[in-house]
C-alpha cells in the first residue's frame, strides 16, 4: 500500500516492469516508483587482483573492458568509458558518462569505504575538479544496468525509429512508476534534446541520464516527504544539495 512501490529504493536496475496499477491515493498518480531504478545495486565484499572481475562476468563484457583500458592500468576514465560504451550503443554523450561514473563510484565508495577490492573506483582531484576511474566492478554493473535500460529504451520505442518521443517517454516512465505530467515531460525533452521540445525525442544515453535524474530526484525528494503527500518543506540548503549532483558538466 505505500506509494513509493516496493520500497526497494535504488538496490535495482529497470528491467521493463508492466505499468503499475494507479495510485488514488499519491499525489503522483503511480507513487514514487515501482522499485525499478536505474541505479547501481550496493556492492561489498572484494576481488583480488588488479584486473579482478566479479563472479558470472560474460566474456564479452571482460573484452569490452581490456580493451577500453588502452594502458592496462585496471581502470578506465571516463574517455575511455565513452569510447565503450559509443561502442556498444553508437553513440554516449561525454555528459551522460559524467553522471554515470558520478552515480556508481559514488555508490561503490558509500558501500566500501575502505576498497578491499583491487582496483575499485577512484576519486583524484586536480585544479579543483573531480576526476573518477572505473574498475572492473562499476564497469560490469555498469555494463549489466545499461543492458535492462537499453529492454526498457526498446519496449517503448513503438515506432522502432531508434529515438524516444514525448509520448513514449511519458509511457516509458510510468511503466517505471513516474507519472511525470506534460508540461515535465516537455522540460525533460528540451533539456536532453538541445532545447527542442516540440517534436523532439531522446537518443539512448539522453533517454538512460534522462530516466536517471528523474529516478534520483524523486527518491531525494521523498526522503523529504514523510507522510507521503506530494509536498515537503525543503530549505534553500536542503534544496541545493538535491538538485546540484544532478547538475553535471
Same mark, same amino acid.
Given at each position: 500500500?505505500?506509494? +513509493? ?5 535504488y ?9 503499475p496499477?494507479p ?6 498518480? +503511480?507513487g ?7 541505479y ?15 563472479p ?8 569490452a %573492458?581490456r ?8 581502470s578506465?576514465d571516463?574517455?575511455?568509458? !565513452? ?5 556498444a ?6 555528459? =551522460?558518462? @559524467? ?5 556508481f563510484?559514488?555508490? !561503490?565508495?558509500?558501500?566500501? &569505504? @575502505?576498497?578491499?577490492m583491487?582496483? !575499485?573506483?577512484?576519486r583524484?582531484?586536480?585544479h ?17 544496468c545499461?543492458? !535492462? ?10 515506432d ?18 513516474y507519472?511525470?505530467p ?19 525525442a531522446?537518443?539512448?544515453?539522453? %533517454?538512460?541520464e ?6 534520483? *530526484? ?8 514523510t507522510r507521503y =503527500?506530494?509536498s515537503?518543506? *525543503?530549505?534553500?540548503?536542503g %534544496? *541545493?544539495?538535491?538538485?546540484?549532483? %544532478?547538475?553535471? &558538466?
Amino acid at each position: 500500500s505505500s506509494p +513509493y512501490g516496493n520500497g526497494q529504493g535504488y538496490g535495482h536496475a529497470p528491467s521493463a516492469p508492466p505499468a503499475p496499477t494507479p495510485s488514488s491515493s499519491s499525489p503522483y498518480g +503511480y507513487g514514487y516508483g515501482h522499485g525499478q531504478g536505474g541505479y547501481p545495486p550496493p556492492m561489498g565484499g572484494g576481488f583480488g587482483g588488479a584486473v579482478a572481475f566479479p563472479p558470472g562476468t560474460h566474456p564479452d563484457v571482460e573484452r569490452a %573492458f581490456r580493451a577500453a583500458d588502452r594502458d592496462g592500468s585496471g581502470s578506465i576514465d571516463e574517455g575511455e568509458l !565513452q569510447a565503450a560504451l559509443s561502442d556498444a550503443h553508437h553513440r554516449f554523450s561525454i555528459r =551522460t558518462v @559524467r553522471l554515470l561514473m558520478f552515480l556508481f563510484s559514488d555508490a !561503490q565508495l558509500a558501500s566500501s &569505504p @575502505r576498497s578491499r577490492m583491487g582496483k !575499485q573506483s577512484t576519486r583524484l582531484y586536480t585544479h579543483n575538479k573531480i576526476c573518477i576511474s572505473f574498475g572492473p566492478t562499476e564497469f560490469v554493473t555498469l555494463w549489466n544496468c545499461l543492458g !535492462q535500460w537499453r529492454v526498457v529504451f526498446d519496449r517503448y520505442d513503438r515506432d522502432r525509429s531508434g529515438k524516444i518521443d514525448s509520448d513514449e517517454l511519458r509511457e516509458a516512465l510510468r511503466g517505471l512508476g513516474y507519472a511525470v505530467p506534460p508540461s515535465v515531460i516537455d522540460l525533460l525533452i528540451a533539456n536532453y534534446n538541445n532545447g527542442v521540445s516540440h517534436r523532439g525525442a531522446l537518443d539512448f544515453d539522453n %533517454f538512460v541520464e534522462c530516466g536517471m535524474v528523474v529516478k534520483g *530526484l524523486t527518491e531525494k525528494f521523498k526522503e523529504n516527504d514523510t507522510r507521503y =503527500t506530494g509536498s515537503a518543506a *525543503l530549505t534553500y540548503d536542503g %534544496f *541545493l544539495s538535491m538538485v546540484v549532483p %544532478f547538475i553535471v &558538466p
